[in-house]
Every structure is written in structure tokens, then in C-alpha cells.
């Protein structure tokens, strides 16, 4: 999956919708062609206001590119069974997005990709960087600077605060204008079409 950086804009929605597309379609949706720019285009991911994405939006754009989603929401979940529940689309190979408070105590609501995961950590591709390059966020022990996909990486306990911390209202600009979103929302991006669908999917 390319990785691509959103720079300074509030676009994480859609680059991170672009980074699901080329999980699925490669060959169309890569750096020099359907990048996380092109996917910005409102015509193509839709926003609220200055880039910022609700679910309603993803869900939007999945459908204008032929694709599956849903807003799943597993905030009714106890904590084990909420991760266990998004790494089962993981390990059915779908890429998932999910929303998250990045720095905790601030106003930073932010989409991600989680691409994978290993005994206590969590890949994603994050167009916004790696956050937790304050050594006062890291947990001892834990190796951040190297995962087998992916640019950025969590323990199992930091993505799930972040995840659970996310439910707020979206600022968008002064007054707050846009709608509220539930806590622990994800998103798995699969293609409509019939072929990855079923058990005869290949």
C-alpha cells in the first residue's frame, strides 16, 4: 500500500481513503496517478469544511468508487472484544480505517489506516506521520521505529485510548459546525464488486 504524506492540510480522510484504494487497485491508484491529492478533490471524497472528513463522507466516496464500507461503531464492546472485532477484518485481509484522537488531550481527531498487527502492536499507514516520536509517549520495551507494514505504529493500549477518546464533535471552525461522532468508529474498505464477494471469493 503507497504512503503518502497529507503535509500541513486536514485531508487524513482522504488519503487515508486513497491508501485503501491502492490495497485494492494497485495499478490505478498509486503516487503519480489516484493519490491521496486527487482522492482530496471534494468531487471525489466529499468534506465538511476545510478537508475534514465525517464517516458520512467515506461512506460517500466508497460508494461513488464502487466500493463496501460501513460505520461500525464498537464503543457497546469491552475492550478486548472491541480490537478483537477490528482485527478479524484484518486477518480477512481488509484494510481498515479507523479514527483516533492523536494527541491525547487536544482536538486532533485523525483517520488512519491499520494495515496489521503483531503480539502488542498496531501498523497503520498515517499520512500525518508518526506522533509518537515524544519518547514520553513510548512504552518501554516496545520497538516503534521498525513494524513489517506500514509508517507508524501503537501499542494495543495507545490505539485503544486513542480510538475510545475519539468520540467528540469535529471542530470546523469557530463556531463548531460539524456533526458529533461516536467513539471507537472504523471503517473496512472492501470493493462492491461481486468477485470478493461470498465464499467463492478468490
Not at 486527487?38 to 469544511?49: K, L, N, Q
Not at 488512519?112 to 497503520?124: A, H, P, S
Amino acid at each position: 500500500m503507497c504512503w503518502h504524506t497529507q503535509g500541513s492540510t486536514n485531508n487524513c480522510g482522504a488519503y487515508s481513503f486513497a491508501a485503501s484504494m491502492n490495497y485494492w487497485y494497485p495499478c490505478t491508484n498509486n503516487f503519480d496517478t489516484k493519490n491521496g491529492a486527487w482522492y482530496a478533490d471534494t468531487s471525489r471524497v466529499p468534506d465538511i469544511i476545510n478537508g475534514a472528513r465525517t464517516p458520512s463522507d467515506i461512506s460517500d466516496a466508497a460508494e461513488r468508487f464502487a466500493m463496501q464500507t460501513r460505520e461500525s461503531n464498537a464503543d457497546s464492546l469491552d475492550k478486548a472484544r472491541a480490537q478483537k472485532l477490528v482485527k478479524l477484518w484484518l486477518t480477512a485481509g481488509i484494510p481498515v480505517m479507523i479514527l483516533v484522537e492523536e494527541d491525547m488531550g487536544v482536538m486532533s481527531l485523525h483517520w488512519k489506516v491499520i494495515t496489521g498487527y503483531d503480539e502488542n502492536r498496531m501498523f497503520y499507514l498515517n499520512s500525518g506521520g508518526d506522533h509518537e516520536n515524544l519518547l514520553t509517549n513510548r512504552t518501554p520495551g516496545v520497538d516503534y521505529d521498525t513494524a513489517p507494514v506500514g509508517n507508524d505504529v501503537d501499542t494495543e493500549d495507545q490505539w485503544y485510548d486513542k480510538w475510545k477518546v475519539a468520540g467528540s464533535l469535529i471542530v470546523g471552525g469557530n463556531p463548531i459546525i460539524a456533526p458529533s461522532v461516536d467513539p471507537c468508529i472504523f471503517m473496512p474498505i472492501y470493493p462492491a464488486d461481486t468477485f470478493f464477494a461470498g465464499t467463492d471469493a478468490q
